[in-house]
């Protein structure tokens, strides 16, 4: 008997010699999902396909609610929440979502439940992606907020195209300034750094252009590249008030210590004293804390740049476009009443929008004496920042009427905002 093909099922091994072919050519399959879901996870920031043990996680945002024993964002049992609130794994577990994706490629015995995840392969593969996520090419951590919500949603709640973040775009390449201020309609952008650390790049940027390392030394203060026709608002979150609030947690010897090193311009040696004495006792959600107690009038600057359409669209950022940006950000949906699973999926997109420049944060990190969790974001911040609000203010409305940030500001806000 001769098939199709014109192979002889009849010869002995014919059987086997077809099986094995199939399996190969599965395998070949597998190889190239996988490859694509790896190139996808590093240009999007989204990890389509986690495997563990073949009880897979769809993370597409058209299958972002497959509940399939994953763990949220929080570390709570997926189960103990609506579909509608399932929020992304923690980065230690999406790490090796497309390693195991390629294990399934493995020389094993053939099995179905093998065969079911290599047909989810397929299925993330060839999924509607309903509308791609905006990215930039040289800057990281660049989204959307409310399409990244909307989507975790299922609904449309937050205008898109009116609230941007990112980490710092000060290597954003031509075509990136270019879909900045043309394609989003960026108008304002709000820098949340320090004066150090803008001093720092900006001796960075002059370093890495400048030819001639004699006339870079009599050159006037290094200055950021800038877009031209983009109204840039530097407001310092971080700002005197914040400084004060760390500096009265030193020892006095360190107070002087620190002092002295900011008089005679070893800034980077004196952000280090304070990051070991203090910071890493705080850690992310005490400094989060210590930033809306003692900012105010900086988070109130910030926020009344999204209440009139002449500002908008803005795009936020600090360096990494994590901790600081995200508490605006937070503190943005909170007003829009946004439940807050999807705020915390907003804010813990950073980790896999981050991997690509995981190296280099962490040297910038261990430079001023930060430990590598640092590096990732907080999991209790949201909801540590809620409970801060609640308890230490009476709720967000009286916080936002304590630092000035008023009840027709706030239905300006949303009447911009909100569908």
């Known amino acids: 008997m001769v098939n199709p093909t014109g192979a002889d099922d009849t010869k002995p091994g014919a059987q086997p010699c077809r099986l094995v072919n199939t399996y190969i050519h599965i395998t070949l399959y597998t190889y190239f999902s996988a490859f694509r879901l790896l190139r996808r996870a590093k240009t999007t920031g989204l990890w389509s396909l986690p495997v563990f043990d073949h009880q897979v996680t769809i993370q597409s945002p058209a299958l972002r609610r497959a509940q399939l024993g994953a763990v949220n964002g929080s570390g709570r049992e997926a189960s103990q929440y609506p579909r509608n609130r399932f929020t992304a794994p923690p980065l230690q577990q999406r790490k090796y979502c497309t390693a195991a994706a390629l294990d399934l490629a493995r020389p094993q015995p053939f099995r179905a439940d093998r065969l079911q995840c290599l047909m989810l392969v397929m299925l993330v593969e060839f999924s509607d992606m309903a509308k791609p996520a905006a990215q930039l090419q040289c800057v990281a951590n660049f989204r959307d907020v409310g399409q990244s919500v909307n989507d975790f949603l299922g609904q449309k709640r937050v205008r898109e195209g009116f609230i941007f973040r990112s980490a710092r775009p000060d290597d954003a390449s031509a075509k990136d300034k270019l879909r900045i201020k043309n394609e989003f309609g960026i108008k304002t952008i709000i820098d949340l750094r320090t004066k150090t650390e803008l001093i720092k790049q900006a001796e960075k940027a002059q370093a890495e252009t400048s030819s001639n390392a004699f ?11 800038r877009i031209d026709g983009i109204n840039y608002e530097e407001i310092r979150i971080t700002g005197r008030p914040f400084e004060r609030h760390l500096f009265s947690q030193l020892s006095w010897w360190s107070f002087f210590k620190v002092i002295f090193l900011f008089i005679f311009g070893y800034r980077i040696e004196a952000v280090r004293l304070i990051a070991t004495e203090v910071m890493l006792q705080r850690g992310l959600l005490g400094l989060g804390i210590d930033t809306i107690d003692h900012s ?45 699973g999807a705020i915390e999926h907003d804010y813990f997109l950073t980790d896999p929008a981050l991997e690509a420049e995981r190296h280099e944060r962490l040297a910038e990190i261990r430079q001023i004496g930060l430990t590598d969790d640092w590096a990732v974001t907080a999991p209790e911040l949201v909801i540590g920042v809620q409970k801060h609000l609640d308890v230490e203010y009476g709720g967000l409305e009286a916080y936002l009427d304590d630092i000035g940030f008023g009840e027709i500001q706030r239905a300006q806000l949303r009447e911009l905002l909100l569908y």
């Open 215 to 225: 006339s870079s030394w009599f050159s006037s203060r290094p200055s950021l590249p």
């Open 296 to 340: 105010g009038s900086e988070i109130c600057q910030a926020l009344g740049l999204y209440t009139s359409s002449s500002t908008l669209p803005v795009l936020v950022h600090c360096t990494q476009g994590k901790d600081r940006t995200g508490l605006i950000c937070i503190l943005i949906l909170m007003i829009l009443d946004i439940p807050l």
